[in-house]
């Protein structure tokens, strides 16, 4: 019998990585089947129909945009604190 050796550490990160990732992908596929369902959005000036996990997808993708925006600003707003001390 042929004994291994045991894997690196940058080897086993590795591998918690993609099964995180590989875990993460099936939750976001049953999610995703489990909001399919057609839901009505009421904007401010017109009505649409859309599946329920687009409506999900993009609100999660107009947050991260805030968010990044917002941590963005803040960052200059440091800048040039410190650019007139």
């Given at each position: 019998?042929?004994?291994r050796p045991a894997p690196k550490p940058a080897d086993?990160?590795?591998q918690i990585r993609i099964g995180a990732a590989v875990v993460l992908a099936?939750?976001?596929l049953i999610f995703g089947f489990e909001n399919s369902e057609r839901v009505k959005i009421d904007?401010?000036?017109f009505n649409r129909e859309s599946r329920l996990i687009y409506i999900i997808i993009g609100s999660a993708?107009?947050?991260a945009i805030v968010?990044?925006?917002v941590r963005r600003g803040?960052?200059?707003g440091r800048e040039r604190g410190r650019d007139h001390d």
């Open positions: 019998m042929v004994d086993r990160g590795r099936a939750l976001l904007f401010i000036f993708i107009l947050g968010s990044a925006l803040r960052a200059r």
